[in-house]
Nanobody, 128 residues
Framework: QVQLVESGGGLVQAGGSLRLSCAVS????????MGWFRQAPGKERAPVAA????????YIADSVKGRFTISRDNAKNTVYLQMNSLKPEDTAVYYC?????????????????????WGQGTQVTVSS
């Protein structure tokens, strides 16, 4: 059973920073492509960032480009989302997700249906 545990969320003032972590159980983390999604109240879940299993390919949503970065540490079975210059509109529950596909180490996805495992979510609240 694969488990994803997010941490690092909280309350921060606009302009501040947070780093979300997602620890993944199991011995095949280096085979997973990983994604971060967020869901604000009354809105659909949306992709924020994604990273291929090799780390060679990265996606960052236009709404957070230049402020957020995604990275992974395969030795620690952990993926990170560094969030800088936070804005009130970044307020949401943030979820990490993982999946394995036989598409090679450069593949990632921004579609939630292409992810097999999800964390429980962590709340990020940005005050103005």
């Amino acid at each position: 059973q694969v488990q994803l545990v997010e941490s690092g969320g909280g309350l921060v003032q606009a302009g501040g920073s947070l780093r979300l972590s997602c620890a993944v159980s199991g011995r095949t983390f280096s085979s997973y492509y990983m994604g971060w999604f967020r869901q604000a109240p009354g809105k659909e879940r949306a992709p924020v960032a994604a990273i291929s299993s090799s780390g060679s390919n990265i996606y960052i949503a236009d709404s957070v480009k230049g402020r957020f970065t995604i990275s992974r540490d395969n030795a620690k079975n952990t993926v990170y989302l560094q969030m800088n210059s936070l804005k009130p509109e970044d307020t949401a529950v943030y979820y990490c997700a993982a999946a394995i596909r036989t598409y090679g180490g450069s593949y990632y996805s921004t579609y939630s249906y292409e992810y097999d495992y999800w964390g429980q979510g962590t709340q990020v609240t940005v005050s103005s």
